[in-house]
């Protein structure tokens, strides 16, 4: 089997977004499209228009009209269509967060365990060509054993989705969830230890503060530092802030050890690489990272395409998996434990968290 018959559930933007990386993959059919949103429907059946549409994912499911499934539902929602489809044999790529709690990510492991199906979580700033050529300098030991790891977000507010559903903590884990699962993957993913423990410190300081909902004022945060303590004795720091639009980088990453540094920029799509003994400050290697492989940039620089290629080449049976559900799990339970650090005013140690 060369081709795939994908489902997606949750055609709102990043329904499209998936549904638009999807019509640049050989062999890539979307056969189907649940949400039990009108507007969203006909806003994805516009971009698909062969494509079947439900108005909830328990008929997708039944019509058997998929052989993999793309969640990008609201993120409270994962939970319950999970349940659905780890009853299937149906491929399953899960944006991200997992889920919006750790307990709902453990009961998705525990429905997960026997399957031969594939379940990825679509941590897909992985697969960003800046980010992807910093982890193989690093991989590749450029900077020795990694000691600290640095990653600045300065950006825009969070946009406005269907229902505003994206507006309270409850619906979408907190912003240290909903948006940083992605950054805790990445110092998961370059640290050569396990994360122990987290300080936090954040605020709502600026966005959303004057919105009602139903007379209700949002509760996400729009700004905060975590460190993140290894028990390798290495450390990671975020620095988010999304009332920083007014910037020149989104992204800034940085991997330091006792060998040099290496750091990457986005969108200015530049790795630079610095070695102890042959560079000095101003003068380390910089090279513009264009892959011109990538038909369709999307919203994520590419990501989404390079991590649509790779799952579907783990589907097809040729190559492994490469993001597992743990990593999920583990991305999600280091953001609850910065928000609880930050209402609790104190260090958390991840096992209050972890089995």
């Known amino acids: 089997m060369m081709s795939l018959r994908y489902g997606i559930i949750g055609s709102g933007m990043m329904g499209v977004e998936h549904i638009e990386?999807?019509?640049?993959?050989?062999?890539?059919?979307?056969?189907?499209?649940?949400?039990?949103?009108p507007g969203s429907r006909e806003f994805a059946g516009a971009a698909v228009p062969q494509a079947t549409r439900y108005t909830n994912h328990q008929a997708l499911i039944e019509d058997g009209l998929c052989d993999a499934v793309v969640v990008a539902s609201p993120n409270m929602t994962h939970i319950d269509v999970l349940r659905d489809l780890l009853a299937t044999d149906l491929h399953i790529l899960v944006e991200k967060p997992l889920c919006t709690t750790v307990e709902h990510c453990y009961e998705v492991l525990d429905l997960a365990e026997g399957r031969s199906a594939i379940t990825w979580v679509g941590l897909e700033y992985r697969y960003m060509p800046p980010i992807a050529r910093l982890l193989e300098q690093v991989d590749a030991g450029a900077v020795g054993t990694p000691q600290m790891v640095a990653i600045r977000e300065h950006r825009f507010p969070f946009l406005e989705k269907v229902g505003d559903w994206n507006r309270f903590s409850e619906n979408t884990g907190g912003t240290l969830v909903e948006k940083c699962c992605h950054f805790f993957d990445l110092m998961a993913r370059i640290m050569p230890g396990a994360p122990i423990s987290v300080f936090a410190s954040g605020a709502q300081d600026v966005n959303h503060l004057h919105e009602s909902y139903a007379g209700r004022t949002p509760d996400i945060l729009d700004n905060a530092f975590v460190i993140v303590d290894f028990d390798s004795g290495a450390r990671g720091m975020l620095d988010l802030c999304m009332f920083a639009e007014a910037t020149h980088n989104q992204e800034e990453l940085s991997v330091i050890g006792e060998k040099g540094k290496v750091e990457a920029l986005i969108p200015d799509d530049v790795?630079?690489?610095?070695?102890?003994?042959?560079?000095?400050?101003?003068?380390?290697?910089?090279?513009?990272?264009?892959?011109?492989?990538i038909p369709y940039q999307g919203h994520h620089s590419g990501s989404s395409y390079i991590e649509h290629l790779r799952f579907k080449e783990a589907v097809l049976g040729h190559t492994t998996p490469e993001v597992s559900l743990y990593d999920g799990l583990l991305s999600v339970a280091i953001g609850a434990a910065a928000h609880r650090s930050i209402d609790e005013n104190r260090p958390v140690e991840i096992a209050e968290f972890l089995r």
């Open 21 to 37: 990386n999807l019509k640049h993959i050989d062999g890539a059919e979307i056969t189907a499209i649940a949400d039990p949103d």
């Open 271 to 293: 790795l630079r690489v610095g070695r102890r003994g042959k560079h000095w400050i101003g003068g380390v290697e910089q090279h513009d990272i264009i892959d011109d492989s």
